[in-house]
């Protein structure tokens, strides 16, 4: 089955044809990062209308990309939410327009299903099911059971911030521009994650995360101290993401010996750290289980995951009509 999966959740542009919900035929993801990059976050309504301009293109670029056209595609799957709602209806209305149009099947699909489906795409060696999942992105930290394809059990979720909406607002902070994640990584690779004494929040036994006091006290550091530059740049970055993995890895850590699983997914933007995964692999040796995560592309959004996700939902039968509409808010 030739999905074609949408995405348009947040400020990101992309579509992609996924076989059989694995193997990748063709994609395209148009960026707005450039766009936003002077507000220093996603300006929702500049999102929206970039959207709006870039789905044809995209759409045209994923099926060039395989060498395919809308006559080999057998359904179509979109993120539905959640996401930001102008954003999301410019790619569910052309799912629709499409599905309408080609007398296509449709699916709508929740985009946290997608981050966790990514780690199918083009792997030979998949994790097995039932599995741990850490899905750690802008919008969302998440704990939770895949028990199979579309059925969950979360375990644990962010008290405030995600833990990529703390990387990105302390890149802000700091003055490394937007999204600071993928900077501060960097520059925590030369830095000392020892030299800045940073909180460690929720060291007790639930398996939530909270990212806000970090965010507060690197703020105060801040302040004290002054904007620093050079080496005291690349230790305060360190130090401010050795105790996000702490967290996150100590919470793994508990939700593992609860469910007694020794497979761990991680997934989402933040899941390209390399302190993360490094961190999760320690972890994983020491108990004798396996790491798995999707290649750094299908770690930010993506369609492929989308119809990666899209496809198990169709083959169980799963349909929906043109009244299909996005919604912001959408847990798993
Ligand atoms: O999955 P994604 O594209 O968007 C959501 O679905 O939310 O994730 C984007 C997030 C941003 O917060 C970005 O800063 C973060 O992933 N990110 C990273 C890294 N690369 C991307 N955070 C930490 N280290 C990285 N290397």
Redesign the pocket.
């Known amino acids: 089955m030739l999905v074609l999966g949408i995405e348009s ?2 400020d ?1 542009t992309a579509a992609a044809l996924v076989e059989d919900g694995v193997r990748v035929r063709g994609e395209a993801v148009w960026s707005q990062v450039s766009l936003h990059a002077e507000y220093g976050g996603v300006v929702p309504e500049l999102a929206s209308r970039a959207h709006v301009v870039s789905i044809i293109p995209v759409l045209q670029e994923a099926l060039g990309s395989a060498g395919l056209t809308l006559d080999d595609v057998d359904a179509v799957a979109v993120t539905r939410g959640p ?1 930001l709602v102008g954003a999301l209806l410019v790619g569910v209305q052309a799912a629709k327009a499409l599905s309408y149009a080609r007398r296509l099947p449709l699916v709508g699909v929740n ?2 299903e997608g ?1 966790l489906a990514a780690v199918y795409l083009d792997n030979p060696n998949p994790p097995p099911l039932p599995h741990l999942a850490l899905l ?5 930290s998440v704990l939770l059971v895949v028990e199979d394809h579309g059925t969950h059990r979360v375990l644990g979720d962010t008290r405030d911030d ?4 703390a ?2 607002k302390v ?1 802000k902070l700091l003055g490394l521009g937007y ?4 900077q ?3 520059l925590a690779a030369t830095g000392n994650p020892a030299a800045v004494n940073l909180p460690r929040a929720m060291r007790g036994r639930g398996l939530d995360f909270s990212f806000s006091g970090l965010k507060t006290a690197v703020s105060q550091y801040v302040q004290k101290h002054g904007l620093p530059t050079g080496q005291a740049l690349a230790d305060l970055c360190a130090s401010f ?1 050795a105790a996000v993995v702490d967290q996150l890895a100590h919470k793994t850590s508990l939700a593992l010996d609860e469910t007694g699983l020794s497979t761990l997914v991680v997934a ?9 995964r490094a961190a999760l692999e320690t972890e994983m040796a020491q108990r004798g289980g396996t790491l798995h995560a999707p290649r ?1 592309r299908h ?4 369609a492929a995951m989308i119809a990666a996700a899209g496809y198990h939902h169709l083959r169980r039968g799963e349909r929906a009509d043109l009244r299909l509409n996005a919604v912001a808010s959408l847990p798993l």
């Not at 995600?162 to 909406?165: F, L, T």
């Open positions: 959740s947040c990101e996401g985009h946290l981050h750690v992105s802008g919008g969302n995600a833990a990529g909406e990387f990105d890149g999204p600071g994640g993928a501060i990584d960097a993401q989402g933007g933040v899941a390209c750290n390399r302190g993360l750094p770690c930010t959004d993506n």
